[in-house]
Protein backbone atom coordinates (compact mmCIF):
# COMPACT_ATOMS: atom_id res chain seq x y z
CA UNK A 1 0.00 0.00 0.00
CA UNK A 2 2.92 2.29 0.81
CA UNK A 3 4.15 1.50 -2.24
CA UNK A 4 0.97 2.79 -3.78
CA UNK A 5 0.83 6.29 -2.08
CA UNK A 6 4.80 6.39 -3.66
CA UNK A 7 4.14 5.88 -6.90
CA UNK A 8 1.08 8.01 -7.47
CA UNK A 9 3.01 10.79 -5.66
CA UNK A 10 5.86 10.47 -8.11
CA UNK A 11 3.68 10.14 -10.93
CA UNK A 12 1.87 13.48 -9.81
CA UNK A 13 4.76 15.26 -9.01
CA UNK A 14 5.97 14.33 -12.92
CA UNK A 15 3.05 15.44 -14.34
CA UNK A 16 2.51 18.69 -12.89
CA UNK A 17 6.43 19.43 -13.57
CA UNK A 18 5.59 18.83 -16.93
CA UNK A 19 2.10 20.70 -17.40
CA UNK A 20 -0.01 21.71 -14.70
CA UNK A 21 -2.57 22.29 -17.12
CA UNK A 22 -2.87 18.20 -17.95
CA UNK A 23 -2.62 17.51 -14.20
CA UNK A 24 -5.72 19.62 -13.21
CA UNK A 25 -7.33 17.34 -15.95
CA UNK A 26 -6.11 14.18 -14.94
CA UNK A 27 -7.34 15.11 -11.36
CA UNK A 28 -10.73 16.00 -12.94
CA UNK A 29 -10.90 12.84 -15.19
CA UNK A 30 -10.23 11.21 -11.68
CA UNK A 31 -13.14 12.97 -9.53
CA UNK A 32 -15.38 12.86 -12.05
CA UNK A 33 -15.33 8.64 -12.35
CA UNK A 34 -15.28 7.91 -8.88
CA UNK A 35 -18.29 9.75 -8.26
CA UNK A 36 -19.32 7.95 -11.45
CA UNK A 37 -18.60 4.57 -9.80
CA UNK A 38 -20.19 5.91 -6.54
CA UNK A 39 -23.70 4.58 -6.18
CA UNK A 40 -22.35 0.90 -7.69
CA UNK A 41 -19.88 0.77 -5.46
CA UNK A 42 -21.87 1.73 -2.25
CA UNK A 43 -24.37 -1.19 -3.69
CA UNK A 44 -21.43 -4.02 -3.64
CA UNK A 45 -20.20 -2.38 -0.24
CA UNK A 46 -24.28 -3.14 1.44
CA UNK A 47 -24.02 -6.65 -0.45
CA UNK A 48 -20.91 -7.50 0.93
CA UNK A 49 -21.45 -6.42 4.19
CA UNK A 50 -24.33 -8.21 4.50
CA UNK A 51 -23.12 -11.48 2.38
CA UNK A 52 -20.30 -11.23 4.32
CA UNK A 53 -22.06 -11.59 7.51
CA UNK A 54 -24.28 -14.69 6.06
CA UNK A 55 -21.64 -16.78 4.96
CA UNK A 56 -19.08 -16.72 8.12
CA UNK A 57 -15.77 -16.82 7.18
CA UNK A 58 -14.82 -20.51 8.63
CA UNK A 59 -17.14 -21.24 5.72
CA UNK A 60 -15.54 -19.12 2.81
CA UNK A 61 -12.27 -20.62 3.87
CA UNK A 62 -13.37 -24.04 3.82
CA UNK A 63 -14.18 -24.07 -0.06
CA UNK A 64 -11.94 -20.42 -1.61
CA UNK A 65 -9.39 -20.50 1.10
CA UNK A 66 -6.09 -22.86 1.23
CA UNK A 67 -7.32 -26.45 2.21
CA UNK A 68 -9.08 -27.22 -1.15
CA UNK A 69 -7.59 -25.75 -3.90
CA UNK A 70 -9.19 -28.17 -6.51
CA UNK A 71 -13.05 -26.93 -5.20
CA UNK A 72 -11.89 -23.32 -4.99
CA UNK A 73 -10.83 -23.12 -8.33
CA UNK A 74 -13.87 -24.85 -10.00
CA UNK A 75 -16.02 -22.47 -8.15
CA UNK A 76 -14.33 -19.36 -8.77
CA UNK A 77 -13.82 -20.04 -12.18
CA UNK A 78 -17.84 -20.84 -12.64
CA UNK A 79 -18.87 -17.76 -10.99
CA UNK A 80 -16.33 -15.41 -12.87
CA UNK A 81 -17.55 -17.16 -16.00
CA UNK A 82 -21.41 -16.61 -15.81
CA UNK A 83 -21.66 -13.36 -13.77
CA UNK A 84 -20.90 -9.85 -15.61
CA UNK A 85 -19.28 -7.33 -13.27
CA UNK A 86 -16.93 -4.72 -14.30
CA UNK A 87 -13.31 -4.55 -13.05
CA UNK A 88 -14.08 -1.39 -10.86
CA UNK A 89 -16.17 -3.34 -8.94
CA UNK A 90 -14.96 -6.90 -9.23
CA UNK A 91 -11.52 -5.86 -7.91
CA UNK A 92 -12.51 -3.98 -5.02
CA UNK A 93 -14.51 -7.31 -3.89
CA UNK A 94 -11.28 -9.53 -4.72
CA UNK A 95 -9.86 -7.27 -2.28
CA UNK A 96 -11.88 -7.96 0.24
CA UNK A 97 -11.54 -12.00 -0.09
CA UNK A 98 -7.78 -11.35 -0.40
CA UNK A 99 -8.11 -9.64 3.38
CA UNK A 100 -10.58 -12.80 4.77
CA UNK A 101 -8.45 -15.39 3.75
CA UNK A 102 -8.79 -16.89 0.02
CA UNK A 103 -6.36 -17.63 -1.87
CA UNK A 104 -4.48 -15.54 -4.61
CA UNK A 105 -4.55 -18.24 -7.04
CA UNK A 106 -8.64 -18.55 -6.48
CA UNK A 107 -9.30 -14.82 -6.97
CA UNK A 108 -7.26 -15.09 -10.22
CA UNK A 109 -9.45 -18.01 -11.53
CA UNK A 110 -12.56 -15.65 -10.53
CA UNK A 111 -10.77 -12.30 -12.31
CA UNK A 112 -9.59 -13.22 -15.17
CA UNK A 113 -12.94 -15.72 -16.14
CA UNK A 114 -14.67 -13.02 -15.25
CA UNK A 115 -12.91 -10.49 -17.68
CA UNK A 116 -12.29 -12.77 -20.39
CA UNK A 117 -15.07 -15.84 -20.71
CA UNK A 118 -18.50 -13.95 -21.86
CA UNK A 119 -21.20 -15.96 -21.44
CA UNK A 120 -23.69 -13.19 -20.35
CA UNK A 121 -21.91 -11.53 -23.64
CA UNK A 122 -22.59 -14.59 -25.64
CA UNK A 123 -25.33 -12.70 -27.51
CA UNK A 124 -23.43 -9.63 -28.52
CA UNK A 125 -20.02 -11.78 -29.12
CA UNK A 126 -22.42 -14.28 -31.68
CA UNK A 127 -23.93 -11.69 -33.84
CA UNK A 128 -20.27 -10.62 -34.66
CA UNK A 129 -18.85 -14.28 -34.48
CA UNK A 130 -21.19 -16.56 -35.12
CA UNK A 131 -21.94 -19.77 -32.66
CA UNK A 132 -18.72 -21.90 -33.54
CA UNK A 133 -16.25 -19.23 -33.25
CA UNK A 134 -18.01 -17.85 -30.42
CA UNK A 135 -17.75 -20.82 -28.67
CA UNK A 136 -14.14 -21.71 -29.54
CA UNK A 137 -12.98 -18.48 -28.44
CA UNK A 138 -14.77 -18.89 -24.97
CA UNK A 139 -13.48 -22.61 -24.48
CA UNK A 140 -9.69 -21.01 -25.16
CA UNK A 141 -10.16 -17.54 -22.55
CA UNK A 142 -11.28 -20.46 -19.79
CA UNK A 143 -8.27 -23.05 -20.33
CA UNK A 144 -6.04 -19.62 -20.56
CA UNK A 145 -7.37 -18.52 -16.70
CA UNK A 146 -7.03 -22.04 -15.84
CA UNK A 147 -3.54 -21.52 -16.47
CA UNK A 148 -3.06 -17.85 -15.34
CA UNK A 149 -4.96 -18.98 -12.18
CA UNK A 150 -1.92 -22.08 -11.81
CA UNK A 151 0.84 -19.76 -12.27
CA UNK A 152 -0.49 -17.50 -9.69
CA UNK A 153 -0.41 -20.41 -7.00
CA UNK A 154 2.75 -21.11 -8.35
CA UNK A 155 4.36 -18.21 -7.97
CA UNK A 156 2.88 -17.09 -4.75
CA UNK A 157 3.57 -20.35 -3.45
CA UNK A 158 0.17 -21.92 -2.93
CA UNK A 159 0.94 -24.55 -4.80
CA UNK A 160 3.42 -27.10 -4.57
CA UNK B 1 -35.99 9.21 -11.40
CA UNK B 2 -36.69 5.60 -12.57
CA UNK B 3 -38.50 2.73 -11.11
CA UNK B 4 -34.73 1.02 -10.37
CA UNK B 5 -33.12 4.46 -8.92
CA UNK B 6 -36.31 4.75 -6.72
CA UNK B 7 -35.66 1.26 -5.41
CA UNK B 8 -32.00 1.31 -5.17
CA UNK B 9 -32.46 4.52 -2.89
CA UNK B 10 -34.82 3.46 -0.52
CA UNK B 11 -33.08 0.33 -0.11
CA UNK B 12 -30.07 2.80 0.86
CA UNK B 13 -31.99 4.51 3.61
CA UNK B 14 -33.54 1.06 4.44
CA UNK B 15 -30.05 -0.20 4.99
CA UNK B 16 -28.72 2.99 7.11
CA UNK B 17 -32.26 2.85 9.28
CA UNK B 18 -31.32 -0.96 9.69
CA UNK B 19 -27.68 -0.57 10.64
CA UNK B 20 -28.48 2.92 12.76
CA UNK B 21 -30.99 0.93 14.49
CA UNK B 22 -29.28 -1.99 15.53
CA UNK B 23 -26.41 0.20 16.98
CA UNK B 24 -29.03 1.72 19.16
CA UNK B 25 -31.17 -1.30 20.49
CA UNK B 26 -27.90 -3.03 20.23
CA UNK B 27 -28.72 -5.87 17.88
CA UNK B 28 -25.66 -7.58 17.43
CA UNK B 29 -26.12 -9.03 13.60
CA UNK B 30 -26.98 -5.75 12.27
CA UNK B 31 -24.15 -4.04 14.20
CA UNK B 32 -21.98 -6.33 12.62
CA UNK B 33 -22.88 -5.73 9.09
CA UNK B 34 -22.56 -2.28 10.20
CA UNK B 35 -19.24 -2.45 11.03
CA UNK B 36 -18.03 -5.21 7.57
CA UNK B 37 -19.41 -1.89 5.85
CA UNK B 38 -17.31 0.72 7.88
CA UNK B 39 -13.90 -1.53 7.61
CA UNK B 40 -14.30 -2.45 3.96
CA UNK B 41 -15.63 1.53 3.14
CA UNK B 42 -12.66 2.58 5.03
CA UNK B 43 -10.06 0.00 2.90
CA UNK B 44 -11.45 1.16 -0.07
CA UNK B 45 -11.25 4.92 0.71
CA UNK B 46 -7.29 4.12 1.35
CA UNK B 47 -6.79 2.68 -2.16
CA UNK B 48 -9.38 4.41 -4.73
CA UNK B 49 -7.76 7.68 -4.55
CA UNK B 50 -4.50 6.74 -5.67
CA UNK B 51 -5.97 4.39 -8.51
CA UNK B 52 -8.44 7.11 -9.81
CA UNK B 53 -5.55 9.76 -10.13
CA UNK B 54 -3.09 7.39 -11.90
CA UNK B 55 -5.82 6.54 -14.13
CA UNK B 56 -6.69 9.73 -14.89
CA UNK B 57 -3.03 10.51 -15.22
CA UNK B 58 -2.92 7.63 -17.90
CA UNK B 59 -5.76 8.96 -20.05
CA UNK B 60 -4.28 12.92 -19.94
CA UNK B 61 -0.86 11.38 -21.19
CA UNK B 62 -1.25 8.33 -23.15
CA UNK B 63 -2.70 9.19 -26.73
CA UNK B 64 -4.43 6.43 -28.54
CA UNK B 65 -4.05 8.16 -31.90
CA UNK B 66 0.08 7.00 -31.95
CA UNK B 67 -0.83 3.51 -30.58
CA UNK B 68 -3.24 3.06 -33.77
CA UNK B 69 -0.92 4.42 -36.52
CA UNK B 70 1.52 2.08 -35.54
CA UNK B 71 -1.25 -0.88 -35.64
CA UNK B 72 -1.72 -0.24 -39.51
CA UNK B 73 2.12 -0.09 -40.29
CA UNK B 74 3.78 -2.94 -38.15
CA UNK B 75 3.60 -6.37 -39.52
CA UNK B 76 4.80 -9.79 -37.72
CA UNK B 77 5.22 -9.96 -34.52
CA UNK B 78 5.58 -6.37 -33.46
CA UNK B 79 2.15 -5.97 -34.69
CA UNK B 80 0.63 -8.58 -32.16
CA UNK B 81 2.60 -6.40 -29.45
CA UNK B 82 1.16 -3.10 -31.12
CA UNK B 83 -2.54 -4.80 -31.06
CA UNK B 84 -1.99 -5.35 -27.02
CA UNK B 85 -1.14 -1.97 -26.31
CA UNK B 86 -4.15 -0.64 -28.14
CA UNK B 87 -6.30 -2.98 -26.26
CA UNK B 88 -5.05 -1.19 -23.56
CA UNK B 89 -5.88 2.25 -24.18
CA UNK B 90 -9.84 0.46 -25.08
CA UNK B 91 -12.35 2.02 -22.39
CA UNK B 92 -15.16 -0.55 -21.39
CA UNK B 93 -15.67 -4.42 -21.45
CA UNK B 94 -15.50 -7.08 -23.95
CA UNK B 95 -19.03 -5.75 -25.43
CA UNK B 96 -16.90 -2.48 -26.42
CA UNK B 97 -14.26 -4.52 -27.72
CA UNK B 98 -16.35 -6.83 -30.61
CA UNK B 99 -17.38 -3.72 -32.40
CA UNK B 100 -14.10 -2.44 -32.50
CA UNK B 101 -12.56 -5.40 -33.47
CA UNK B 102 -14.79 -5.71 -36.72
CA UNK B 103 -14.22 -2.02 -37.97
CA UNK B 104 -9.95 -3.28 -37.07
CA UNK B 105 -10.99 -6.14 -39.86
CA UNK B 106 -12.64 -4.51 -42.46
CA UNK B 107 -9.84 -1.86 -42.20
CA UNK B 108 -7.96 -4.84 -43.11
CA UNK B 109 -6.97 -6.48 -39.94
CA UNK B 110 -5.97 -10.06 -40.02
CA UNK B 111 -8.23 -12.54 -37.93
CA UNK B 112 -5.38 -13.56 -35.50
CA UNK B 113 -4.72 -9.88 -35.09
CA UNK B 114 -8.44 -9.07 -33.69
CA UNK B 115 -8.83 -12.32 -31.81
CA UNK B 116 -5.84 -11.28 -29.73
CA UNK B 117 -7.43 -7.54 -29.81
CA UNK B 118 -10.39 -8.83 -28.21
CA UNK B 119 -8.52 -11.24 -25.88
CA UNK B 120 -6.07 -8.71 -24.91
CA UNK B 121 -8.56 -5.87 -23.84
CA UNK B 122 -10.16 -8.22 -21.72
CA UNK B 123 -7.30 -8.63 -19.80
CA UNK B 124 -5.13 -5.81 -20.47
CA UNK B 125 -7.15 -2.60 -20.31
CA UNK B 126 -4.56 -0.18 -18.33
CA UNK B 127 -7.19 1.38 -16.42
CA UNK B 128 -7.98 -1.93 -15.00
CA UNK B 129 -4.63 -3.30 -14.26
CA UNK B 130 -3.60 -0.09 -12.38
CA UNK B 131 -7.17 -0.62 -10.00
CA UNK B 132 -6.21 -4.46 -9.54
CA UNK B 133 -2.54 -3.57 -8.88
CA UNK B 134 -3.94 -1.16 -6.21
CA UNK B 135 -6.36 -4.07 -4.62
CA UNK B 136 -4.42 -6.87 -5.64
CA UNK B 137 -0.43 -5.96 -5.78
CA UNK B 138 2.07 -5.43 -8.44
CA UNK B 139 2.77 -9.01 -8.31
CA UNK B 140 -0.62 -10.14 -8.76
CA UNK B 141 -0.95 -8.50 -11.92
CA UNK B 142 2.59 -9.26 -13.73
CA UNK B 143 2.09 -12.66 -13.19
CA UNK B 144 -1.50 -12.69 -14.40
CA UNK B 145 -0.49 -10.32 -17.79
CA UNK B 146 2.94 -12.42 -18.12
CA UNK B 147 0.85 -15.47 -18.25
CA UNK B 148 -1.73 -14.23 -20.33
CA UNK B 149 -0.75 -11.86 -22.73
CA UNK B 150 1.57 -14.74 -24.51
CA UNK B 151 -0.96 -17.66 -23.89
CA UNK B 152 -4.10 -14.53 -25.68
CA UNK B 153 -1.43 -14.47 -28.81
CA UNK B 154 -0.56 -18.03 -29.57
CA UNK B 155 -4.55 -19.53 -29.35
CA UNK B 156 -5.68 -16.12 -31.45
CA UNK B 157 -2.79 -17.27 -34.00
CA UNK B 158 -3.73 -21.22 -33.91
CA UNK B 159 -7.34 -19.71 -34.24
CA UNK B 160 -7.14 -16.81 -36.86
CA UNK B 161 -4.96 -19.24 -39.21
CA UNK B 162 -7.92 -21.99 -38.72
CA UNK B 163 -10.59 -19.75 -39.71
CA UNK B 164 -8.67 -17.80 -43.04
CA UNK B 165 -8.34 -21.29 -44.21
CA UNK B 166 -12.25 -22.28 -44.05
CA UNK B 167 -12.69 -18.76 -45.55
CA UNK B 168 -14.62 -17.85 -42.66
CA UNK B 169 -16.60 -14.26 -42.52
CA UNK B 170 -16.70 -12.06 -39.63
CA UNK B 171 -20.39 -10.36 -39.43
CA UNK B 172 -21.35 -6.66 -39.40
CA UNK B 173 -22.86 -7.55 -35.81
CA UNK B 174 -26.82 -7.01 -35.52
Known amino acids: MVYLYILTILALLISVFKSVDKTSKAVKIAVKKFINILPAFLSMLILVSIILFLIPDEIILKYLGDKNKFVGITLASFFGSVTLMPGFIAYPLCGILLKKGVTYMVLSAFSTTLMMVGILTYPIEKAYFGVKVTIIRNIFSFFIAIVVALMTGIFFGEIG | ?174
Open chain 2, 1 to 174: MTFSAKIKISGFFAYICFVAASFILNFNPGKLIGTNFYSFSIEMLKILPCAFILIGLFEVWVKRETVEKHLGTESGFRGYLWTVLLAGTTVGGLYVAFPIAYSLHSKGAKLSIIFTYIGASAICRVPMTIFEASFMGIKFSMIRVLASVPLVIATSIVLGNYLTKRKYKVLPGK
